[in-house]
Nanobody
């Protein structure tokens, strides 16, 4: 499975963006999909995850109430709706697909990132 994140751009603080994660060469239907971000000079940070059914979604505290993950398994797509963007949200955003194996979460596939830049 190949993943590609898209939808990034340059926006002002308070604006919104919707990122998409598209899969090719396979299906996302049975995979949990996570969003991550990495700012220059910083470690990669978990943003949120949606389980394969869409029924279990979790976010890092810093984006709760502002970001929403959703998925369309028919279209093989996962989305990250980002509202009320802040300069500290500036980063390259990545999607990853995987699952929980023997109680441990594992990310099997990673997409290329899409840059989000939020100006103040």
């Amino acid at each position: 499975v190949q993943l590609q994140a898209s939808g990034g751009g340059l926006v002002q603080a308070g604006d919104s963006l919707r990122l998409s994660c598209a899969a090719s060469g396979g299906t996302l239907r049975l995979s949990d999909v996570g969003w991550f971000r990495q700012a220059p000079g910083k470690e990669r940070e978990f943003v949120g995850v949606i389980d394969w059914s869409g029924g279990d979604i979790d976010y890092v505290d810093s984006v709760k109430g502002r970001f929403t993950i959703s998925r369309n398994n028919v279209k093989n797509m996962v989305y990250l709706q980002m509202n009320s963007l802040k300069p500290e949200d500036t980063a390259a955003y990545y999607c990853a697909a995987g699952g929980i194996y023997s109680g441990n979460r594992r990310w099997d596939y990673w997409g290329q990132g899409t840059q989000v830049t939020v100006s103040s």
